[in-house]
């Protein structure tokens, strides 16, 4: 499965950069625990595969006191397959902490058809300009072959937002989350920013509502008859609230 070529990048700024990982452990600011994730065949390889900048891409960059965006590298990492579930999320988020540049970080098993993109938005490090500290983490649900083919056709480099590098991560960063809702709203739709970030606090609303229901399921077996009631009151008033907001979300969805 060819996910770098779902970014259909222009051939300027396909690259193969391999990524040691003796290098990774010896950067600043990473700690024991982390260097540890590196440890092992579990990571097979780590290869930056693009990098859209003005140089290669003709797309302005953002430089201020606080935030960086000179760069976007796109970064795959393999993984073995029986550490893959383990591996993928911290994997990434270690790299997003390392790498200087905002990335695209593409983790994949190399066992069957899977894969995860995240990205990172990030900001200079008062204390050293030379680190960044991560402000939002977000990776994607699951890519399989079956990935719809919408999907593709909008994390295509050519429909990202070229105004300037910033515009362009958040463009994808757009994309990711809009991915991530197909689970609710049932279908895949690139919306404007401000109404993606309302439907993912919706949803992370939902998942705390459903968290509280299944904690209050553990009361209900050890619970009196009047206890009962009273929490089998609370689950429903839960679900309710849940429907509720799954409907915005449908209605969202639609618009």
């Given at each position: 499965m060819d996910v770098i070529a779902w970014f259909a990048l222009p051939s300027a700024c396909r690259v193969d950069v391999p990524m040691k990982k003796i290098s990774l452990k010896q950067l600043e600011g990473i700690t024991g625990s982390e260097a540890k994730l590196l440890d092992g065949t579990a990571v097979q390889s780590i290869r930056i595969v693009g990098v859209?900048?003005?140089?290669?891409?003709?797309?302005?960059?953002?430089?201020?006191?606080?935030?960086s965006f000179v760069e976007i590298d796109f970064i795959q990492v393999l993984l073995d397959g029986p550490g893959y579930a383990k591996l993928y999320r911290p994997i990434a988020g270690l790299l997003h902490k390392l790498i200087p540049h905002h990335s695209v970080v593409i983790t994949q098993s190399n066992e069957e058809p899977l894969a995860h993109l995240s990205l990172a938005t990030k900001l200079i490090n008062r204390n050293d300009k030379r680190l960044r500290v991560v402000q939002e983490h977000v990776v994607s649900d699951a890519m399989t072959a079956s990935v719809p083919e919408a999907v593709r056709q909008a994390l295509a480099f050519s429909k990202a937002d070229k105004t300037n590098l910033e515009h362009c991560y958040r463009y994808y960063l757009n994309v990711l989350q809009s991915y991530n809702l197909v689970a609710l709203t049932e279908q895949f739709k690139v919306r404007p920013y401000v109404q993606t970030q309302a439907m993912i606090l919706a949803r992370e609303e939902i998942q705390q509502y459903e968290s509280q229901i299944n904690q209050l399921k553990k009361e209900l077996k050890q619970a009196q008859m009047r206890e009962k009631v009273q929490l089998n009151t609370e689950i429903h008033a839960l679900r309710q609230r849940i429907n509720t907001l799954k409907d915005q979300l449908y209605e969202n969805g639609e618009n």
């Open positions: 859209v900048s003005k140089a290669q891409a003709n797309v302005e960059p953002v430089q201020t006191d606080d935030r």
